[in-house]
T-cell receptor, first 115, second 109 residues
Framework: GAVVSQHPSWVICKSGTSVKIECRSL??????MFWYRQFPKQSLMLMATSNEGSKATYEQGVEKDKFLINHASLTLSTLTVTSAHPEDSSFYICSARTSGNYEQYFGPGTRLTVT | GQSLEQPSEVTAVEGAIVQINCTYQ??????LSWYQQHDGGAPTFLSY????GLEETGRFSSFLSRSDSYGYLLLQELQMKDSASYFC??????????FGTGTRLLVSP
């Protein structure tokens, strides 16, 4: 149980275009979803926290107009990287948790390469 | 700011015991979690310490001392498949996780 999927698993896009990444909790309802970014051989950096039906809360230094997060249902959150640039190339990972549970369940990640 | 420091790399041989330390400086601290991540994969949950003391889960144990702002993950009977990166993470307000710098564990035959 507690499976989180992400789609796509990898994507290559041209500079200036937008990319949408989906995060789904497959067998549970996620009260909260989180989006992380991870550069090679580095730690996970929290970008934003999203709760179903409300606006996402962004971490300091994360541009909310560039990284659009939508949490339309208890099983789906999307991250859209707008006007992507090469420096946005990274591994994007989502996670989800249920109410009262300290454990976060992570998706397999999406590797974004911007050319 | 918030920071969790870990050794960057630890090496050990199969069957050995290894300890990965984590010192933290955070606000709104509720507990310490440990996650394992293989290269290119998703982090997977290993353990959580909400209270001081030792938690044991199979070959893995985790310890927390709030007074020392310190915790560790102990891995026993190491296997080759344990080669991975290990992250401590502070559970903070709003159920957010702040991840440590990460420790790369290399297990050799």
């Amino acid at each position: 149980g507690a499976v989180v999927s992400q789609h796509p698993s990898w994507v290559i896009c041209k500079s200036g275009t937008s990319v949408k990444i989906e995060c789904r909790s497959l067998d549970f309802q996620a009260t909260t979803m989180f989006w992380y970014r991870q550069f090679p051989k580095q730690s996970l950096m929290l970008m934003a926290t999203s709760n179903e039906g409300s606006k996402a809360t962004y971490e300091q230094g994360v541009e909310k107009d560039k990284f659009l997060i939508n949490h339309a249902s208890l099983t789906l959150s999307t991250l859209t990287v707008t006007s992507a640039h090469p420096e946005d190339s990274s591994f994007y990972i989502c996670s989800a948790r249920t109410s009262g549970n300290y454990e976060q369940y992570f998706g397999p990640g999406t590797r974004l390469t911007v050319t | 700011g918030q920071s969790l420091e870990q050794p960057s790399e630890v090496t050990a041989v199969e069957g050995a015991i290894v300890q990965i330390n984590c010192t933290y400086q955070t606000s709104g601290f509720y507990g310490l979690s440990w996650y394992q991540q293989h290269d290119g994969g998703a982090p997977t949950f290993l353990s959580y310490n909400g209270l001081d003391g030792l938690e044991e889960t199979g070959r893995f144990s985790s310890f927390l001392s709030r007074s020392d702002s310190y915790g560790y993950l102990l891995l026993q009977e190491l296997q080759m498949k344990d080669s991975a990166s290990y992250f401590c993470a502070a559970n903070t307000g709003f159920q957010k996780l702040v991840f440590g710098t990460g420790t790369r564990l290399l297990v050799s035959p």
